[in-house]
């Protein structure tokens, strides 16, 4: 995963993350796969769901089938 610093993130427009109050990052596809391990180890259902949501529209192709 590419790393990702504090000046970059802060820099990131609301649409590259996927969580409430701009966590999960999704700004490349490596941030994304991870974002939906995580939300997938420790979100409930209801972030799940938006999470996997705003993946799957940013990269159609990741998760599918999963």
């Known amino acids: 995963m590419a790393k990702l610093s504090s000046a970059d993130r802060k820099a990131l427009p609301a649409k590259d993350f996927a969580g409430p109050d701009r966590s999960y990052p ?13 939300v997938s180890q420790f979100g409930y259902p209801e972030l799940k769901e938006k999470v996997r949501e705003a993946v799957h529209r940013k ?3 990741i998760g599918k089938g999963d």
């Open 59 to 61: 990269f159609p192709g």
């Open 26 to 38: 999704i700004n490349d596809m490596s941030h994304a796969r991870n974002a939906l391990s995580r």
